[in-house]
């Protein structure tokens, strides 16, 4: 009886939350580390952006999230959106009673494992700077490292309008690297879920501002590492063979999945994709 | 009795609703234009933007915003966000049963008095584009008429950023402006609230592109006319001679009032400013 009901756990799909479109990165880096997991994706893009709201916000509108979530009974939470794991990840996880992997610790443990001096660069959301998380990461990973955080906002909206090599974009990542070049960071972690799509310019702006190639880090695989890694640990693996599937639940339905097959890397129409309100 | 209500009813407040902090700039016209009215506005800063929803989003978010202005007892409401003055109006107005005055045909009308060939270039979200708002207005106010409307979605953040005179902001503006140039329009309206405070730099840049200056119209001063002769016509204007009130509501209390002190103009610290869940 506890096996069968262990077998009916281990076959339940992994949940993945972000507050909109972002997190359709952290998705495509977990079905490939994992292909034969099935995956449900919520994305609140009814509220979308959550980096430039209160916590407080942030909060109520992760919790009518959990809903949704639960209802899909998964097995284990993986919150893509840097702002919600930033402050609402300990709420989630003791909500749903899954483990629950956030988007902070992975990408700030990679970014700590390439940096020689252990000077780190993060470039974040408003709201993801402001909640200190990156500070408790790094404190708490490694007490010898400094870290060196600026909120870059508008590179949120430029990748949504698909603006990924403009010179107004890289004049608008130029703005806000300049200040961590300065501070001779020697690894930059992508504090956002969106700034992924702009590894190439930020790449390039980085090493010309600060005079040597600097490793600039993508959260979503280290992020997959981690889910496989806890998957194993927590003996939760999925023991089918066959491929896994890939549902997307969105609160407000995009008139147009451009943006979002951007991020996917894949066609949506070629998905099951629904709406739920919230 | 009916004298003593009606006087009751002229010294209630206008209620003014925006999506954001964007209705702050109409706010600024609306007290300048007539500064012994009380004015109530409330912001839905926990969910902007809206221009990027859906209709059926923000019709909802509408209805729940009405609710809270319904509570305030207001005369007339004014919609200083364009999409939901697009998508929206109509049902606030039945909602609410006031005189109810949107963006979209103030901006149009000034558009068309100041444009001599009838070409008029509109500037707007993606939804107040979408949903077809100012092709109704032109039809309706100008049958011969033709109108040129661009999606200009990223000058709102940069806006909100207080990006308001840097290359960046300029290389997208002109982005923006370039096939309305192409298309020879002779006057442009700004159609959403946050473009106001890029006047000059878009002027700049139309004028550039144009080979010649090009009339640009803020709708903030035609809404704030408008609502100065529909108060007169109906009768609703305040009989107080002391100097009017502002109130401010916000779904979400910004962390910091910057950015709304640059909409407004004057320092919301000097305000009554609350914030309400909706």
Sequence with gaps: MIEAMSKLRNEAPIGVFDS?????????????????????YLGDTARVPYGTRTVQTVLNYSHACARVLRDNRIKMLVVACHTVSACAL???AAELFVPSIGAIVPGTRAGLAVSLNKRLGVIATAGTLRSGAYLRAVGELDRTAQVFIEAAPLLVPMVEEGWLDREATRLTARAYLEPLAKSDVDALVLGSTHYSLLMPLIADELAALSGKAVPVIDSAPAIAEEVATTLESRQLATARDDPGKLRIIFTDM????????????????QLSVSAVDV
């Design 20 to 40: 909109g479109l972002g997190g359709l990165t952290v998705l495509r880096a977990l079905a490939a580390r994992l292909p034969r997991e099935d995956f449900v």
């Design 90 to 92: 300990d709420a989630l």
């Design 254 to 269: 995009p008139d147009d999945f451009g943006p979002a097959n951007r991020f996917l890397g894949k066609d949506l129409a």
